[in-house]
Nanobody
């Protein structure tokens, strides 16, 4: 099967940086898309950044210019580099992927979530 494992969350002061990682493993034929979502306390889960095969990354307006999503094909890993963090960035961050398995069946997966807390 396919598994997503997230890491990199933690506590950081406003203005600081964190890098989140999401590693996909298993019988993957092709990754159609990988993205990062977040859910703040009392808020709806929102898309933060997204990369699809052969396309430029897209970002929500709230993080544009501060966050960067990237992919390491050799490691089957997607990263979210978060710079100039603000208290309003505090949330649980989730990795999401849509993949084609080696059986050619498609599958959408969510990571377990990693907590990012930005203090003022």
């Amino acid at each position: 099967q396919v598994q997503l494992v997230e890491s990199g969350g933690g506590l950081v002061q406003a203005g600081g940086s964190l890098r989140l990682s999401c590693v996909a493993s298993g019988s993957i034929f092709r990754i159609n898309a990988m993205g990062w979502y977040r859910q703040a306390p009392g808020k709806q889960r929102e898309l933060v950044a997204l990369v699809t095969s052969g396309s430029s990354p897209s970002y929500s307006d709230s993080v544009k210019g501060r966050f960067t999503i990237s992919r390491d094909n050799a490691k089957n890993t997607v990263y979210l580099q978060m710079n100039r963090l603000k208290p309003e960035d505090t949330a649980v961050y989730y990795c999401n992927t849509n993949v084609i398995l080696t059986t050619l069946r498609d599958l959408e997966l969510w990571g377990q979530g990693t907590v990012v807390t930005v203090s003022s």
